[in-house]
């Protein structure tokens, strides 16, 4: 019990369930595996909200992201700087979101912010191009990743812009049951 | 100025906006407004005002800051940074936006609300206050929406409070502040629920939830409030710190969190959901063992009744068996008593001395501190299926509103895009696989894009058709064979018992061991059966993945019928209409021992399975046969079995109270063993595994034939099948359904106030007509929802249908706006020329 007074005041603990996902002993285990990170910049004591960042590198190599394809992406989507740098706040928010807890609009959300690699706030070509290639460590040829980019868009784009719109995401997300229990990293 | 008009209407207003015209209009208005300002401008072609807007716009693409609103913080000046730079690019790549669009025009595109969902901060908190007023209005249940004029709807005056955002520094400011005003107001779980699903950072989150708290304490302690709402409050803090420490306790329970997680980065969802099924079912098995262990076994285990001398010793196999030792332990009904059981009375004789508690024991009699044991016993079996149906439907409907929405999806490429890969999974190996089967799988996609379907011809579709029919020939067939050989089977060994139990002199363990037979040939035709079942549907060689599980799951789950219909027809027909043939004096406890030898028979089964089937045979096609890929694991098949044993321990529940413990322990094992199991010989699957979908179809089945079916026989065994006259709890009953009625009469005598009570008891539980009523009140509740989805259907179409316009709609006002835009460009060009001129 004394160790866990160290770390995160009973204040601080509190608003991060109401705020978060998880429990307070989850708070206190992602603070262990942040803390594993970078033993040496990252502070046991969290009572005063030190300012303490880990750039992206150090994150994705945590044995949850390594392998995964769009482990840039969702550490960049997440830090406040858009460079991938993550404090500890977003570091929680990023595993919030993809908790089991989580509803499927919250994760709908990110997801679209994860898969939109120019920030533009659309997912057009260029992002679809970019997500096959990642997903299938670029085994299509560039004519089939046109066509099935051309095809996904045609299928998906309800307003005849010809990019996804963050609507368009979504409508097609509520149509994905598998989506909420894929979309989901187990710390 | 256009600058000053900003869309920024977010999607749930744009979802209200689509419900009635009215408000429809009121976007319409805007644009159109804003086009009248512009084509106005333009009319009157103020040369030097428009002169100085094109500088000021030029200046625009230098100063960004200038861009967003002035409100917004360093974040905002990097996505407006971003968006001009994207929508540089944007002119080469777009198609719609081909010609050069005027920066007035991209601004007012950059500033669309599809463009700031859940990017700028903003917008994302007007939408939370909307959402938090709408909850309030719900929660304080006044007049409907409807009722409310027009401005005051939240549409509406959500959008003027957009259209304000710009002009003013502090609006995001007092935006925040009547958020923060709204969640105070909230109730404390609405308020975390609200908290939680807003996509914020952490830290906005909790500065927003530091200042909701301190306005609420403010309020509590600045106002001279009345003791009772104080009062309130603390009770409120108290109950949510609980509360807290509840959920701390019950994330520390969870179980198996570690091997879950392996399991999950290796295999991907579909077999993770086979253990998460197990581990339902393993909480399902502890409720009712909690249920029954703390009224039936408890009571019954610290008030042991006397029993006949000449018990059994132990000789090891009853631990198959289930018979002999166990026989007359509180394993079994047969164990439990009629008595009341008089608890205080005992515990205070324990206390006192032995002469005292005589007297002791008269007195509680008449204070009514009594434990009847068959009531008790008849409405913990009866409490518990109850609840265990209510938790089984609920998860049953959430998960098919989760799984199977409305309509019927057609993006199948975009999905595969973006919703294939599954994030759990962070194996190398299992990664690299899932890379490939999404590429395969694309590939097909694409394949049946192009040329859609290949024709086939008459002579193929009728070959098709008889080897489907054979195949369905073959499978019932063998089906069939199994339940009628399970019928004589058992016919045969009730024979071979009536004959022992005529004859003396026989070895008793020979007779125990013999009663294993039975047990023996049913898990052996579970095992072998699925087995022919996979060469038929080899030979069929289905196209779809789900058809192919979908024919498997049906024709396992017929067999699983067919033989527990055969089984539960042996005992409650053969055995229990007349057990004295059998030389038995209490046939239930020989039911709950055959159960118990069945429940315990699969569970060997399926580890001889799990050794021979999976263990030995991957080691031989990888030695031998020299195949590189390990056998993938046969996710539906493992389902069905546990279906199965939970049907046994459902059915078993009222004859052996102790039977969930069992299974519990079973479950336990079968865990751990799968587990080592699945990690040593298996591969991640290389078919798509529709998880929800087929998550769905398992809780189903476990419900509708599983849950069901054994209900209905317990229903059976309970009001019309009579019970043993020397032992259990029923004895000297008509029937267990009597216990109730002889209750409630005995209170009517008692005390003839109670009579309602009787009367409501017979009408209610005795009459065909109540039972008709509530059945027929509960198929109009479900052809209610039924129409409710058939509209909501039609409403989905038309709402597609909207939007579609909505798009075409939004590309003629943008060229629309460009046109007017170019117009007022023109004489501007005109003018800077002429002063060049000059």
Redesign the interface.
Known sequence: MGNKQTIFTDEQLDAYQDCTFFTRKEILRLHGRYHELAPHLVPMDYTNEPDCKLPLALIVNMPELKENPFRNRIVESFSEDGMGNLSFNEFVDMFSVLSEMAPRELKAIYAFKIYDFNVDNYLCKEDLEKTLNKLTKEELTPEEVQLVCEKAIEEADLDGDNKLSFADFENMITRAPDFLSTFHIRI | MARNVNFDLN?PL?EAGLESPVDEEGVHDSFNQLIAEQSQNGGISDAYELQQLQRELDEGRDDVAYLSSPGHEY?GR??GR??VE?DE??RQ????IAERWSSATLRILSSMP??????SRGAIISQYYNRTMQLRRRRQSRPSIKDFSRSARPSIRGYGIEADEADGEGTEVSKRERLVNNLQNLSVTD??RM???M?L???E??EL??LALQKEKQTLSGSKLPCCSRLKYYIIIAVRQSW?SW??FL??LQLW?VP??RV??RF??GVL?YFIFLKTLLYFNLFLFLVTGAFLVLPQAVHPPVLPAGRRPFSGLELLTGAGYFSDTVMYYGYYSNDTLNKSCKDDGAVQNDPVSNSTGHDCVSKSLSYKMSLAYFFTIGMAFFFTCIILVYSMSKSFG????I?K????????????????????TS??LM??N??TQ??EL?AE?NHKRVKNTVGQKLWRLMVHGLAWAICLASTAACATGIYFFSDHMHQNLQQSSRSVNQNPLLNEASLLALPVLVSLINLLLPGLFNLAAWMEDYESPSVRTYVAISRNLLLKVSVLGVLCYHWLGRVASDPSSIGLTCWESFVGQELYRFLLMDFIFTLLDTLFGEFLWGLFSEKVLRRRRKPAFDIARNVLELIYGQTLAWLGVLFTPLLPAVQILKLLLLFYIKMSSVMMNCQAPRKPY????MTTVFITLLCFPSFLGASVCVTYTMWSIKPSASCGPFRGLKTMFEAGKQWVQEMEKHDPKLSVVARAHSYLVEHPLFLFVGAGIFLLVIYFHSQVVDGQRKIISLL?EQ??N???D??FLITKLQSIHEQKRTPARRLTSQDSAC
């Open positions: 999607y744009m974040r990097i996505k971003q968006d994207w690019d944007e790549t777009d198609p719609l599809s463009r700031t969902i859940g990017r308020r975390v908290l939680r699903a996509p950072s952490v830290a989150k909790s939830r530091r807290y959920l701390s994330s520390s969190q879950l997680k999950s980065g991907g969802t959901s989760r799984s199977f929405r309509d999806s057609h993006s199948i490429l975009a999905m595969k895009a973006f919703c294939s890969w599954d994030f759990k999974v962070i194996k190398k990664v690299k890379s490939e999404i590429c694309l590939k694409l894009v529709r998880v929800s979908q597609q939007i579609e909505e798009g075409e939004k590309k």
